[in-house]
């Protein structure tokens, strides 16, 4: 399987502040790629690194093979990110610019651009071609950056909180359109996003930040098929750690004023051993919650 990202040891700082520190990231040809974490993790200085946009003082991405940054050749650096559809967590169109004449400018850097998928995709978003980018409400914003980015036939797909402001109905044709895109096996997709319940739906995997550092780089099924958070009694987080239903370290205890949650790796483990704690599947969030707070046991 090729990889369409591949970077290594991303590093920046800003003022002796530590925005990216050893940052490693794949997205595989085939595969959505879920990045979670808090505002101010690391999440957009990541992507505007692997889009080149952000100089970094050590690491190396490559796009598609070829190799971006210090000593990378022009034409090799333009024709990869060519093969690039890119949203940003902001419009960044000029707000006086119609729809339509965003598709006009847009398309001058794309030799591969197709006027009449650019046309569906608006019609299909429900964007009228004859209004301005300033009268657009953030989440119609979002869809035409999503259009602009799909009309020139990509192979990866890089979004930053691309389905923020949409509607649940509106997120899910987006995630229809995104399952779509990857059944083609040369495609891929980084998703950054608040909304975990979208990348529950579509991530194949899901790598999290906080602080600049990747915390975890796992298979979604892992997560959600596997892990539990054993919701109990502070008086039984004993008796699961005493379970052997964890190596230790591996747990994560998460105590609230009236109850206390214990990330499991395996539930059905601690179903059989301990029936009577309540075992629920664990959420992205769940994890990433308990992953960045949660004690280890």
Same mark, same amino acid.
């Given at each position: 399987?090729?990889?369409?990202?591949?970077?290594?040891?991303?590093?920046?700082?800003?003022?002796?502040?530590?925005?990216?520190?050893?940052?490693?990231?794949?997205?595989?040809?085939?595969?959505?790629?879920?990045?979670?974490?808090?505002?101010?993790?690391?999440?957009?200085?990541?992507?505007?690194?692997?889009?080149?946009?952000?100089?970094?003082?050590?690491?190396?991405?490559?796009?598609?093979?070829?190799?971006?940054?210090?000593?990378?050749?022009?034409?090799?650096?333009?024709?990869?990110?060519?093969?690039?559809?890119?949203?940003?967590?902001?419009?960044?169109?000029?707000?006086?610019?119609?729809?339509?004449?965003?598709?006009?400018?847009?398309?001058?850097?794309?030799?591969?651009?197709?006027?009449?998928?650019?046309?569906?995709?608006?019609?299909?978003?429900?964007?009228?071609?004859?209004?301005?980018?300033?009268?657009?409400?953030?989440?119609?914003?979002?869809?035409?950056?999503?259009?602009?980015?799909?009309?020139?036939?990509?192979?990866?797909?890089?979004?930053?909180?691309?389905?923020?402001?949409?509607?649940?109905?509106?997120?899910?044709?987006?995630?229809?359109?995104?399952?779509?895109? +990857?059944? =083609?096996?040369?495609?891929?997709?980084?998703?950054?996003?608040? %909304?975990?319940? &979208?990348?529950?739906? !579509?991530? *194949?995997?899901?790598?999290?930040?906080?602080?600049?550092?990747?915390?975890?780089?796992?298979?979604?099924?892992?997560?959600?098929?596997?892990?539990?958070?054993?919701?109990?009694?502070?008086?039984?987080?004993?008796?699961?750690?005493?379970?052997?239903?964890?190596?230790?370290?591996?747990?994560?205890?998460?105590?609230?004023?009236?109850?206390?949650?214990?990330? +499991?790796? =395996?539930?059905?483990?601690?179903?059989?051993?301990?029936?009577? %704690?309540?075992? &629920?599947?664990?959420? !992205?969030? *769940?994890?990433?919650?308990?992953?960045?707070?949660?004690?280890?046991?």
């Amino acid at each position: 399987m090729n990889d369409l990202i591949k970077a290594r040891g991303l590093t920046k700082s800003y003022g002796g502040t530590t925005v990216l520190d050893s940052v490693d990231i794949t997205v595989p040809a085939g595969t959505i790629v879920g990045f979670v974490g808090a505002n101010g993790a690391g999440k957009t200085c990541t992507i505007r690194a692997l889009l080149g946009l952000m100089p970094l003082d050590s690491g190396s991405v490559e796009l598609f093979g070829e190799p971006l940054g210090a000593g990378a050749r022009d034409e090799a650096i333009v024709r990869a990110k060519r093969r690039i559809g890119v949203v940003l967590d902001t419009c960044p169109f000029i707000g006086d610019l119609t729809v339509k004449a965003v598709g006009d400018v847009v398309k001058a850097a794309y030799p591969t651009w197709r006027a009449c998928l650019f046309e569906d995709l608006l019609q299909r978003f429900e964007l009228d071609p004859q209004r301005k980018v300033k009268d657009l409400s953030r989440g119609m914003g979002m869809k035409l950056q999503l259009a602009c980015a799909l009309a020139h036939e990509p192979e990866l797909l890089v979004l930053d909180e691309a389905t923020a402001g949409l509607d649940p109905l509106a997120r899910d044709e987006v995630l229809d359109i995104l399952r779509a895109f +990857v059944t =083609d096996e040369r495609h891929g997709i980084l998703l950054s996003s608040h %909304i975990t319940t &979208d990348l529950e739906k !579509i991530a *194949d995997v899901v790598v999290g930040i906080d602080g600049g550092r990747i915390l975890f780089d796992l298979e979604k099924d892992a997560i959600t098929d596997s892990m539990g958070v054993a919701r109990c009694r502070a008086a039984d987080v004993e008796r699961i750690v005493n379970a052997g239903v964890a190596e230790q370290g591996t747990l994560r205890v998460l105590r609230h004023e009236h109850s206390t949650d214990v990330l +499991v790796p =395996d539930r059905f483990s601690l179903a059989r051993q301990l029936p009577d %704690i309540a075992c &629920d599947p664990c959420s !992205i969030e *769940d994890y990433l919650q308990l992953v960045l707070k949660g004690e280890p046991r």
